[in-house]
């Protein structure tokens, strides 16, 4: 067991593993800097300022605040990009371990975005539920 961890963690620095953590930052990295320019200019077209010194304070709490939430929205949008790829790796493991063996197929983007979702949102509804059974619904 101990031989099998360190085997899959020595297969987290080879280039296949490298390759789909760089797609998946670059991913990111796009989306949210997408989705930052799209709700700030958002924000600022329904507001209107009239002197130049509030217009200034209203972009600069508009941009902080994105920050902040963007912030927040970076792993769980790490997540399920990371996770539109796992086929690739899983394919990649698979012919690593057992080159022999029949090959797998991938699963459908969306399918493999839904998991995504479902896989990264688990934790959360397990503190939920520990929590008490009226906060699960």
């Known amino acids: ?10 297969d987290v620095f080879s280039p296949p593993f490298r390759r789909l953590m760089a797609k998946s930052f670059v991913l990111t990295a796009a989306v949210l ?32 605040g994105l920050l902040a939430g963007l ?10 990009l990371a996770g539109l790829f796992f086929d690739e790796i899983a394919a990649h493991v698979e012919r690593e ?9 991938p699963a459908p983007a969306l399918e ?13 509804r397990e503190r939920l539920r520990a929590r008490g059974p009226l906060l699960c619904y």
């Not at 067991?1 to 020595?10: G, N, R, T, V, Y």
């Not at 912030?71 to 399920?80: D, E, K, Q």
Request: glycine fraction near 6%; hydrophobic fraction near 55%; proline fraction near 8%.
């Open 1 to 10: 067991m101990f031989q099998d961890a360190l085997d899959s963690f020595s």
């Open 33 to 64: 800097v997408l989705a930052w320019f799209g709700l700030d200019r958002l924000a600022l077209s329904l507001v209107h300022a009239g002197p130049p010194w509030l217009a200034t304070a209203i972009s600069l709490v508009v941009g902080l």
């Open 71 to 80: 912030m927040l929205l970076a792993a769980p949008v790490s997540s399920l």
């Open 97 to 105: 371990i057992d080159p022999e063996g029949p090959e797998g197929r």
């Open 112 to 124: 493999a975005a839904l998991f995504a979702l479902r896989r990264r949102n688990r934790p959360y």
